[in-house]
C-alpha cells in the first residue's frame, strides 16, 4: 500500500534536496571554490526564487555566512517571501548614498543577509554592467562566505546573463513539463555567450518515483542511467574474496575514485558536472 505524502514529507524531501545541491556546487568547485553564485531560470514561474531562497537556508544552517541579493530589479519578490524590509538597497550601495552593511539586513535565519533592491530602478542591465557593480560583487565575496544573486529569467531579460559574467557560477533552474526546448537551449545559448560558468541546472517541480525524495544518474552523453538494470548487472558479478585483515592500526588513509561514466544529478534539486551540462539540457524540456 502506497504511503500517503503529507507535508511533512514535502519540506523533508525539499530539505534533503537542497542540502545535496549545495554539496554537488560545492564538490563542482573544489578546485576553484565558488562564493558568489547567480540562480536563474528560462522563464518565469519556474521557481527560481524558491531554489535561491532554499539554498541560502542550507548555507546558513551548515555553519556559512550567506547573502541573499535581489537582483530582479522589476519583479521584486524576496523581501516579501523573507518577510524584512530595508529603507535601503542595492542601488544606494551602488550609488554610494550608503555603506553596504546599513543596507545588509538580517533575516530569522542566523547567518543569512538579505540585500533588497529598491523599486523602479531605471536601467537595471546598465547599472549591472557598471563597474560599481563589479567592485560590489568583490566587496561582498570578501565578507561573506557565499553571495547568491536571485536574478530575472535569462529569455526574459539580460540581467542575468551580465551577472553570471562576473560571478563565480551559475545556476539555471529547470522546471519539469513547463519551459519549451527552443526556450531552455536559448537561454543556456546566452549564458555561454556571457561566458558564464553554469555548473548545472536545477529539474524543480517534478514529482518523487517513489518513497519521498529520488537520485537519477546520467552518464555522459546526458542520458538517463537504467539504475536497475545498473543494479541487476553489477549483482550479477561474483564478489571478490575478502582478504585477510592485516595488523595493525586501523584507521589508515584511503582514496576513493568515482566511476568516471556516470555524472550524479538531483532530479528534484541537483548539480551537474559543467561538461555534462549542456547534454542533459536537451533532455530535460518536452519537445514543442
Do not use: W
Not at 111 to 116: A, E, R, S
Not at 153 to 161: E, K, L, Q, R, S
Request: proline content about 6%.
Amino acid at each position: 500500500m502506497a504511503r500517503k505524502r503529507t507535508h511533512r514529507n514535502d519540506e523533508v524531501a525539499l530539505q534533503n534536496a537542497v542540502k545535496t545541491l549545495l554539496a554537488n556546487i560545492r564538490f563542482a568547485s573544489v578546485d576553484e571554490p565558488v562564493s558568489s553564485i547567480v540562480v536563474t531560470s528560462s522563464v518565469p514561474n519556474e521557481g527560481k526564487t524558491t531554489v535561491a531562497m532554499s539554498l541560502a537556508k542550507a548555507i546558513a544552517t551548515s555553519g556559512r555566512d550567506v547573502l541573499i541579493v535581489e537582483t530582479d530589479m522589476r519583479r521584486r519578490s524576496l523581501s516579501g517571501r523573507l518577510g524584512v524590509h530595508s529603507r535601503q538597497g542595492l542601488y544606494a550601495v551602488l550609488a554610494g548614498d550608503c555603506m553596504l552593511e546599513n543596507a545588509v539586513v538580517t533575516t530569522d535565519v542566523p547567518d543569512m543577509y538579505f540585500l533588497d533592491a529598491e523599486p523602479h530602478i531605471p536601467n537595471p542591465a546598465d547599472i549591472l554592467a557598471s563597474h560599481r557593480f563589479r567592485r560590489f560583487v568583490k566587496e561582498v565575496n570578501s565578507k561573506y562566505d557565499y553571495v547568491i544573486f536571485d536574478t530575472p529569467p535569462v529569455g526574459t531579460f539580460v540581467d542575468a546573463a551580465v551577472i553570471s559574467a562576473v560571478a563565480d557560477a551559475t545556476v539555471l533552474v529547470v522546471r519539469e513539463r513547463f519551459v519549451k526546448r527552443a526556450e531552455l537551449l536559448g537561454a543556456f545559448e546566452q549564458l555561454q555567450k556571457a561566458e558564464a560558468n553554469v555548473i548545472g541546472t536545477v529539474l524543480n517541480g517534478c514529482a518523487p518515483a517513489s518513497g519521498d525524495y529520488y537520485y537519477a544518474y546520467y552518464n555522459d552523453s546526458g542520458d538517463r542511467v537504467d539504475m536497475q538494470s545498473e543494479q541487476a548487472a553489477s549483482n550479477r558479478v561474483p564478489a571478490a574474496k575478502a582478504s585477510p585483515r592485516p595488523s595493525g592500526p586501523r584507521v589508515q588513509r584511503a582514496t576513493v575514485q568515482a566511476p568516471r561514466s556516470i555524472s550524479t544529478a538531483r532530479a528534484n534539486g541537483g548539480a551537474i558536472p559543467p561538461d555534462s551540462t549542456a547534454a542533459m539540457i536537451g533532455h530535460f524540456a518536452p519537445k514543442e
